[in-house]
């Protein structure tokens, strides 16, 4: 069984600054790592993901996230954050056999402010 | 990725009722999925929707509460049986596509009264 601990249930950050979102997991089995963005009252859409190869990957709007599998993570990054960014932001973890479920961590709502 | 519509966008229902919950996508489908959020909360599986047989439930999810079915490989139906209070949240389909991804659908709010 997989499970996602997201440390941070609120970020807020002023608008230009760079943030982090940390994510850690737990895994018996090898896994998939994704990151998902909702915005407000929308459905959620995929940043990024991690299936194998490079540690570091790149997702849409300038995120970007490490895996590192000694410390079980997969932080989300951002240099610079805008208004825009403020959304509820999602850390997944799926095991790498096909059509098994996501599990999702708890969440962790970024606010950007100017 | 996958183009997924969900029918209706949200709904308020009476306790009691019951809703479904329609899932569509743009090109044939092995895995497709349901999951509620509710209010202030994260993503939690409710069952996975098999074509040509029965879904596989969650624990804590049960046929006669949420029946699902998947007539073909690019739709499903999620029912939200007998309502109340507490089934008011976000209801979303996802996809799962070259074994690995899983895209979601918009979403269905539903508030019950």
């Known amino acids: 069984a997989q499970s996602v601990t997201q440390l941070d249930s609120q970020v807020p950050v002023f608008e230009e600054a760079p943030v982090e979102l940390r994510c850690n997991y737990s895994?018996?089995?090898?896994?998939?790592l994704f990151w998902y963005v909702q915005y407000p009252n929308q459905g959620l859409q995929l940043l990024l993901k991690y299936l194998s190869g490079s540690t570091l990957v790149k997702g849409i709007n300038g995120f970007e996230a490490e895996f590192n599998k000694s410390q079980t993570s997969f932080h989300l990054r951002k240099p610079s954050v805008h208004i825009s960014d403020t959304a509820e932001y999602f850390c997944?973890?799926?095991?790498?056999?096909?059509?098994?479920?996501?599990?999702f961590g708890k969440g962790t709502t970024l606010s950007v402010s100017s | 990725s996958a183009v997924i519509s969900q029918k209706p966008s949200r709904d308020i229902c009476q306790r009691g009722t019951s809703l479904t919950i329609q899932c569509q996508v743009d090109?044939?489908?092995?895995?497709m999925f349901w999951y509620r959020q509710q209010p202030g909360q994260s993503l939690t599986l409710i069952a996975t929707a098999n074509q040509g047989s029965e879904a596989t439930y969650e624990s804590g999810f049960v046929i006669d509460k949420f029946p699902i079915s998947r007539p073909n490989l690019t739709f499903s139906t999620l029912t939200v049986s007998n309502m109340s209070p507490e089934d008011s949240s976000i209801y979303l389909c996802?996809?799962?596509?070259?074994?690995?991804?899983?895209?979601f659908g918009p979403g269905t709010r539903l508030l019950v009264l």
């Open positions: 090109s044939q489908v092995t895995m």
């Open positions: 997944a973890v799926s095991s790498i056999q096909a059509g098994t479920a996501l599990i």
């Open positions: 996802s996809v799962e596509r070259a074994g690995e991804t899983q895209y």
């Open positions: 895994s018996s089995v090898s896994v998939y």
